[in-house]
């Protein structure tokens, strides 16, 4: 299994790495085009900022190399930022426009609770899906975010976790997967949803 994660100066690498390395996968963090496209999952981690994050995308010209490698069916994963980079535009701190993988915009929080969503909280599958494999009844995973997805009602949502109002957890469509939170921040759970992708890409590739 190659794994690339995608370097552009927006992530917690280290964690991401690591994370894999309890899998028995060596990741490549990497933006090199030819590694990018030799591998079977690209990851794209991320915190901070979406403008930033779209900036430094565009910096290293590696949006056009995502897109292609999407449209080819090459399984893709955005975390956190990440995630959220995968839809159409943010609404973070102006209106900055994204990736477009999946349908819907990046809003704040409209809720009386703290903000950031921090800490750990459920998960809330809508449907029955090949990620809660050998995962607990309530899995519980780790969040830091100020802002969402919306709608949470959209075929794209797989997973919600509540936070004064619905807030999609996980969301994909075909070969694109989005966690808002941190995989491999979240234990045995992450560790589990992590291996339940790898397993998926397999058995799909």
Known sequence: MKIAVIDYEVGNLANVYHAWKRLGI???ITRDAAVIRDADLIELPGVGAFRDAIGSLEKFDL?????????????FMGVCL??????EQSFEGGTYKGLGFLPGD??????????????????????AHWLQK???K??????????????ADTPDVIAT?????????????????????????SGRVGQQ?????????KQEG
């Open 106 to 127: 990046i809003v704040p929080f409209h809720t009386k609770l703290k903000v950031p969503h921090m800490g750990w909280n459920a998960l809330e599958f809508r449907k």
């Open 138 to 151: 309530e899995p519980y995973v780790y969040f830091v975010h100020s802002y969402h997805k919306a709608p």
């Open 26 to 28: 060596e990741a490549v």
């Open 193 to 201: 949803l992590l291996k339940n992708v790898v397993d998926y890409v």
């Open 63 to 75: 949006i056009p190399l995502l897109q292609e490698q999407v449209k080819a069916g090459k399984f």
């Open 82 to 87: 990440g995630m959220q980079l995968l839809f």
């Open 134 to 136: 050998n995962l607990p």
């Open 161 to 185: 976790a509540d936070y004064g109002e619905p807030v999609p957890a996980i969301c994909g469509l075909d070969n694109v997967l989005g966690f808002q939170f941190h995989p491999e921040k």
